[in-house]
């Protein structure tokens, strides 16, 4: 995750492994996926002044995909389509160090998603295939946490913007109702800068705060247990 300036340059950037389980609900070519991840990650930025800052970022992501296929195959190449909405909280508490302060945000956001999944190989009864998606947030706010200032938890609305899903995904018969599947996948997603918002009480009345422009590159590598009934 980086957050950049209305110039382009980098204000903040968070990097890290984040472990995380995924349950799965599928049938009729249609797909419910529930997802959580927690852990900690590197954060590389600045103070309010611009200071350099260091610390470490405790992050939980929960996130609800819905996905539709449609069938249209040909050969050789075996191709189908899908149509997919996602639901997205991420909850960011950047951590105290350093005698600087700490600070909570929440983000929520939609976003709608179009691609195909093709079949690259087929031996048996196990397949590789090849998974391409365009995407698009949309409805994205940001609460920030600035009780401990008593200036309360002011809510931004973010810009929509374009991403990207890329994935290979191995499935494997293990027997002739399960399946052991491994994904490679890569995400990325943009929200544009957020509405001004005036503070009006507390420590931070006055001030005005936004959301600057950011952009989210998520790797994830997972195995999958199916049972089918």
Do not use: C
Request: aromatic share 14%; proline share 3%; glycine share 10%.
């Amino acid at each position: 995750y980086e957050e950049y300036d209305d110039a382009g340059s980098s204000l903040n950037r968070e990097t890290g492994l984040i472990p995380g389980i995924s349950f799965n609900l599928t049938g009729n070519n249609n797909l419910l996926r529930f997802q959580l991840f927690d852990g900690n990650v590197n954060y590389d930025g600045q103070t309010q002044l611009g200071t350099p800052h260091q610390t470490t970022t405790d992050e939980t992501i929960y996130r609800l995909d819905y996905r539709h296929t449609l069938s249209n195959g040909f050969s050789p190449v075996k191709t189908n389509y899908y149509l997919g909405i996602n639901y997205q909280i991420w909850d960011r508490s950047i951590l105290p160090n350093n005698g600087v302060s700490g600070l909570f945000e929440q983000y929520r956001w939609w976003s709608a998603e179009v691609g195909l999944i093709s079949t690259l190989q087929q031996y048996n009864n196990d397949t590789l295939n090849f998974e391409l998606g365009l995407s698009y947030t949309f409805n994205g706010t940001i609460l920030v946490d600035l009780t401990p200032f008593g200036s309360g938890e002011p809510v931004l609305d973010l810009g929509d913007r374009p991403g990207a899903r890329v994935a290979f995904v191995y499935q494997k018969m293990l027997s002739t109702n399960q399946t052991l599947t491994f994904t490679l996948e890569h995400r990325h997603w943009e929200f544009g800068k957020s509405n001004l918002e005036t503070i009006t009480t507390g420590a931070w009345a006055g001030s005005t705060i936004l959301e600057p422009e950011s952009r989210s590159d998520h790797t994830l590598f997972s195995m999958t247990l199916s049972s089918y009934f």
